[in-house]
């Protein structure tokens, strides 16, 4: 019993941990690009824009991870709640997944999936992909478990 107390506390303090750092390193780099830039160009604007809401995106999924962690400590974790959590995590994944594919479409950098002259998809999307499904398969997963415990509620 204890090892899971311990465990949550972890879980919480690394997520607080990670939000603070994201979220400072957003503000830090978006300044910093926007100072740096002489002028204002599109380019410039565009990743700053990228950074904002891929970080943003972060955030949410680190904000939400907080949320189910909470549940499990008040050990309340069969919620619906937290089948849209999983859900609204897996969109960001998703998200998150094609803003980066957008950003590096001219780059030629890493492992290419498919090249094509100034189109370029590279594997790491494939990491985004099952990631995303791993959150909308765990969604599931509790969807069902709360379904099967709101029935044996019923026969008891």
């Known amino acids: 019993m204890k090892s899971k ?7 919480k303090t690394t997520i607080d ?10 503000l830090f780099l978006s300044v910093e690009s926007y100072k740096e ?9 565009f990743h700053i824009i990228f950074r904002l809401i891929l970080g943003g995106t972060v955030l949410y999924i680190l904000y939400s991870l907080k949320r189910i962690v909470l549940t499990i ?6 919620d619906y709640k937290n089948v849209k959590r999983f859900n609204n995590i ?7 997944g094609l803003i980066q594919s957008i950003n590096k479409l001219p780059s030629e950098k890493g ?4 090249g094509i002259s100034n189109f370029n998809i ?13 959150a909308l398969i765990l969604g599931e997963i509790l969807k069902l478990a709360i379904e099967i415990k709101d029935e044996n ?3 008891i």
Request: glycine residues 2%; aromatic residues 12%.
């Open 37 to 45: 830039s002489n002028a204002v160009n599109s380019i410039s604007i």
């Open 153 to 155: 509620d019923l026969t």
């Open 90 to 96: 897996a969109k960001s994944i998703f998200l998150f």
């Open 73 to 78: 400590e008040d050990k309340k974790p069969f």
């Open 17 to 26: 941990i990670s939000f603070l750092l994201i979220f400072i390193t957003i």
């Open 122 to 134: 590279h594997a790491e999307i494939l990491i985004y992909i099952i990631l995303g499904c791993l």
């Open 111 to 114: 492992f290419l999936l498919i």
């Open 5 to 11: 107390k311990n465990i949550t506390k972890v879980l």
